[in-house]
């Protein structure tokens, strides 16, 4: 009757339709909700948006604060690893590589972001 191969192929055809009908669901409800949040911002009641915009505005200030802390202190620690000999200098510049890297990604990102907007 079947083989083992036909069932497989079977099972892969079933696990990929429902990959699909999964992502078609959300694709629909992101096109729902996305439409409706153009209906309201286009009919003029805004609603909570304003409060959430802030509310999101002042938790990225707070985050990028926290972040630009740690990468202070990450590169203090190795400025101190350094010169006590325990690292490399070169450790130390590739700290400052990689902390300016992540910095660059955020810039790239908001940039971005504003793009939508």
Not at 106 to 112: E, K, Q, R
């Amino acid at each position: 009757m079947y083989s083992k191969t036909s069932a497989n192929k079977g099972i892969i055809v079933h696990q990929t339709f429902n990959k699909v009908q999964k992502a078609a669901v959300a694709l629909a409800l992101a096109s729902a909700s996305g439409l409706s949040l153009a209906q309201a911002a286009g009919g003029g009641t805004l609603g909570g948006l304003t409060a959430a915009q802030t509310a999101a505005s002042s938790v990225q200030t707070g985050v990028y604060a926290i972040v630009g802390t740690l990468a202070i202190i990450y590169l203090l620690y190795l400025g101190v690893m350094a010169f006590t000999e325990k690292k490399t200098w070169g450790d130390f510049g590739w700290g400052v590589v990689y902390v300016s890297f992540v910095g660059g990604s955020i810039a790239l990102g908001t940039w971005a972001w504003s793009l939508f907007a």
